[in-house]
């Protein structure tokens, strides 16, 4: 930000705007946001980890989740959460230079709040010691050219001294209250900052929470802390909106002592940053993954829990039911995952984002058949790859207890509450003293106007949380019962795939079967035929998985039929015995959906050519491009004014050179079932080609009198005679040429303008009969339409161009037709434009034709 402009920004008690402007919005929105959340979904049900980790594609992080990792330079930006210790950088809310550019002065917001310690500088990656006066006496680098003074950010703090006794502008009203950040001066020198003003970072200890069991504020790392202060300071919730019992109870799991390969730690910790403008719920999801714990709002409080193993509240047997158990036995297979993934960041890696090692289950992976399925966890608050580890094993863990049982019980269950384990005896179900976690809790009243308790319970046991735990046993504490002759019903998914097989186009039919009990599963029978068939073929007889039918038959691109596939799976169980079929169908379609159009189409200019140049495409079924050239600047795409110059571009292709023309340029990607539509378009200006000094234009319209091979005038537009039956085409040569009197290199170019017409159509009205494709591929808007000039690109013209060297007057001699773009040698041009249409009854119509010659 320019010098001059800051001192008009910063005011006294003010402090410097950055953070505080946006940063009090920002926690009114929160406050508003969750305060409804609270007074309904969230009410009695557990938010955060214990469900977020059962998802194996949680969502990626938004910018600032991470807070400010490099210098932002900007008079209003987000102010930045700082807890426990991290790396971090920041906002430029200052700059100035002084001693005719000598000196480079400025002032660098790390947090909009009070920090309890600014530790390590550093520039770039180099680490700073600094002196007594914050003057840099190491590296040798930096020696006396550095100087940094440090700001935690209290409301009492005062200007810098050294900035106002060196600044014209920065006086000793520049407080920056409640803003903790550093003031660096640089000394120019090209041998100290050879790459210009370097990055400058620091190692923070971010904000002092309060401690409800101590009463005391200071510094920590404790997730359930760190937790309940952003609950406050965000404007969520104030603390008597607080279950402290709760929170102290969670900060005293988090703080237990465990061993690890790097030593005794604490459980859990919470180091990180992230700007004041990222989601509550995203915020509170990355504090929450630190401690591997959940949230809830019950009875007008918040509580939360880390996730540690905790005693049984409570029994409850069938005496307590007072209505049936709903159970859901299985995750799908899709939110199933055997491995762990995912990134951490801290001292271990030097503050930058790594990935911390993998955690996979052999155990589970033979569960799943075989295939290895990944959750990506990211814990950008966890600073250690052993807490990162242990988090990534609890939620593995957590993914294999897949019973939910959902229920109506007597007041006995009024002693439980979100978070709390519960154990569940039911002869019926096998279930033993079986432990479950409360998720969801409510309590009215029956018609009989009898109290009654309806929970969520979710299968847990205490090997969840234990590193060492027999994974086998997930798979066999769903229940105490098993039937021999028990065989699951299995589900079916029918998918269309297409693949590229050398280089053509292969329609799979891929049929996914799974099972919520794939325990009782030995195998399965997949069996497949077309809707008209009387008899099943067998696809295949194996484990759960996907099953293909290659090479399908499919409907031709642009056609209205279908084809139906009938499928039937069956299983059997590890005693031969068999279940019953599901059954299930799909529909086949033609494809109809082209590629996107070519992202970052630019061209440049060399001379007399043009280079193009865009990104490929990414449609699997790829064929190739097609280039259009309108002489128009303000074209449009199906305006009947552009056509083809270059057809066929083959792939894997992305540049093309072309002689330069001024106008639109439109690049079209196909597939390989020809299908197109999306174009990219770049325009040419006519001052961008070199300059000439002479034009000459052969105009054919209105009276379009040269000679004419299927070819007509309607009511002074030029169009096909015949074109009742497709393809249908026709040329219509000029009735002269342009002489430029002597042999020379031209440009050549055209100019065309021209509209869809059919034969059947009536003015303003539309036969829907005469409309081809089907519903799905019609371009343009229903609303707007008001005659069939709607671009189907059924239809097109081509304008060529042939020249001579001799007297054109004479017996000239004429060279090959080419299309009439770009540069050609001679000294007499005369042109000619072929007609042509790809549908029954359509003809394009041409109202204006031109041939013209610069030099």
Same mark, same amino acid.
């Given at each position: ?705 040269? #000679?004419?091979?299927? *070819?007509?005038? !309607? $009511? /002074? %537009? @030029? ?9 249908? +085409? &026709? ?9 430029? #009197?002597?042999?020379? *290199?031209?440009? !050549? $170019? /055209? %100019? @065309? ?9 009536? +003015? &303003? ?91």
């Amino acid at each position: 930000m320019p010098a001059a402009v800051v001192p008009a920004l910063l005011t006294t008690g003010v402090g410097v705007a950055v953070a505080g402007g946006v940063s009090a919005f920002t926690f009114a929105g929160m406050a508003a946001g969750w305060a409804s959340i609270a007074g309904s979904i969230a009410t009695y049900t557990a938010l955060g980890y214990a469900s977020s980790a059962l998802s194996p594609k949680p969502k990626a992080f938004s910018s600032g989740s991470t807070g400010y990792n490099v210098n932002t330079v900007t008079s209003a930006a987000p102010s930045a959460y700082i807890y426990g210790e991290t790396r971090v950088g920041g906002v430029v809310f200052y700059q100035e230079t002084t001693n005719a550019n000598k000196y480079l002065h400025r002032c660098i917001a790390l947090a909009g709040h009070e920090v309890a310690g600014i530790d390590t500088i550093y520039l770039n990656d180099d680490e700073l010691t600094l002196d007594e006066n914050g003057l840099c006496t190491a590296p040798s680098q930096y020696a006396g050219k550095v100087r940094v003074n440090k700001h935690l950010g209290t409301e009492t703090q005062e200007a810098d001294s050294d900035l106002v006794a060196e600044s014209s502008k920065w006086t000793s009203n520049h407080r920056a209250l409640g803003v903790a950040y550093i003031y660096v001066r640089l000394e120019f020198n090209s041998d100290s900052f050879p790459n210009g003003v370097p990055t400058v970072t620091a190692i923070v200890r971010g904000k002092k929470v309060y401690n409800p069991d101590t009463a005391v504020t200071e510094f920590s790392s404790n997730p359930a802390l760190c937790l309940r202060d952003y609950l406050i300071t965000s404007g969520i919730a104030d603390s008597s909106e607080l279950d402290d019992t709760a929170f102290i109870s969670a900060a005293v799991d988090c703080a237990e002592q465990v061993s690890s390969s790097l030593g005794d730690q604490d459980r859990y910790s919470c180091n990180g940053s992230f700007t004041s403008d990222v989601a509550p719920q995203e915020a509170i999801q990355n504090i929450l993954a630190s401690m591997g714990g959940m949230i809830w709002y019950s009875q007008g409080k918040w509580s939360c829990k880390a996730a540690v193993y905790t005693a049984p509240v409570v029994t409850l047997t069938e005496d307590d039911l007072r209505g049936s158990l709903n159970i859901a036995t299985r995750n799908s297979r899709r939110d199933a995952f055997n491995k762990v993934t995912g990134i951490f960041k801290g001292a271990e890696t030097n503050y930058f984002e790594s990935s911390y090692p993998s955690v996979t289950s052999s155990t589970f992976v033979t569960v799943d058949g075989g295939l290895e399925s990944e959750l990506e966890l990211n814990l950008p608050f966890t600073d250690t790859s052993t807490t990162a580890q242990r988090i990534a094993k609890i939620a593995l863990y957590r993914n294999r207890e897949q019973l939910k049982v959902s229920g109506t019980f007597g007041l006995r269950a009024m002693s439980c509450r979100v978070g709390d384990i519960i154990q569940l005896t039911n002869s019926r179900l096998g279930f033993d003293a079986k432990d479950f976690e409360v998720v969801e809790w409510a309590f009215g009243l029956t018609n009989g106007m009898t109290l009654e308790v309806s929970m969520t319970l979710q299968e847990i046991s205490s090997t969840v949380f234990d590193p060492y735990a027999d994974e086998t046993l997930f798979e066999s504490n769903n229940t105490n019962l098993l039937s021999p002759f028990y065989v699951p019903t299995v589900a079916v998914q029918i998918d269309q795939d297409y693949r590229i097989i050398n280089e053509h186009i292969t329609n799979v039919l891929q049929v996914v079967v799974s099972s919520d009990l794939a325990e009782f599963v030995d195998y399965v029978e997949v069996q497949y035929k077309k809707s008209t068939e009387t008899d099943y073929k067998i696809l295949g007889i194996g484990d759960l998985g996907t099953f293909e039918v290659v090479d399908i038959d499919t409907p031709l691109t642009g056609s209205t039929e279908t084809i139906t596939y009938n499928i039937r799976v069956r299983a059997y169980n590890n005693l031969g015995v068999k279940g019953q079929f599901t059954l299930a169908s799909k529909i086949v379609e033609a494809d109809t959906v082209p590629p996107d159009a070519p992202a970052n189409f630019v061209h440049q200019l060399s001379g007399g050519t043009l280079f193009f140049k865009w990104d490929a495409s990414t449609a699997l079924d790829l064929s190739y491009y097609e280039l259009y050239h309108s002489s128009s600047t303000t074209a449009v795409f199906g305006d009947g004014s552009a056509v083809t110059v270059i057809d066929k571009i083959a792939r894997p292709a992305t540049s093309v050179t072309y002689p330069a023309l001024s106008g639109t340029f439109f690049l079209e990607p196909y597939d390989k079932t020809g299908n197109g539509g999306n174009t990219a378009s770049l325009i040419v200006q006519p001052d961008e080609l070199p300059a000439l000094g002479v034009t000459e234009t052969d105009t054919e319209n209105p009276t379009f009198a040269g #000679t004419k091979t299927n *070819t007509t005038v !309607v $009511s /002074s %537009e @030029l169009q096909l005679s015949s074109y009742a039956t497709a393809p249908s +085409s &026709g040329t219509y040569e000029f009735t002269g040429y342009i002489d430029t #009197t002597t042999s020379r *290199t031209a440009r !050549v $170019s /055209s %100019e @065309l303008s021209m509209t869809r017409s059919h034969a059947n159509a009536v +003015s &303003g009205e539309v036969n829907w009969d005469d409309i081809p494709n089907n519903w799905d591929t019609w371009p343009g808007n229903w609303d707007d339409w008001t005659d069939e000039t709607a671009p189907f690109n059924d239809f097109n013209v081509t304008i060529y161009v042939a020249s001579t060297n001799d007297d054109p007057a004479g017996s000239p001699t004429w060279s090959s037709w080419v299309v009439a773009t770009g540069e050609v040698t001679g000294r007499a041009f005369k042109f000619k434009a072929e007609v042509s249409s790809s549908t029954n009854n359509v003809t394009p119509s041409i109202s204006v034709l031109k041939g013209i010659v610069e030099y």
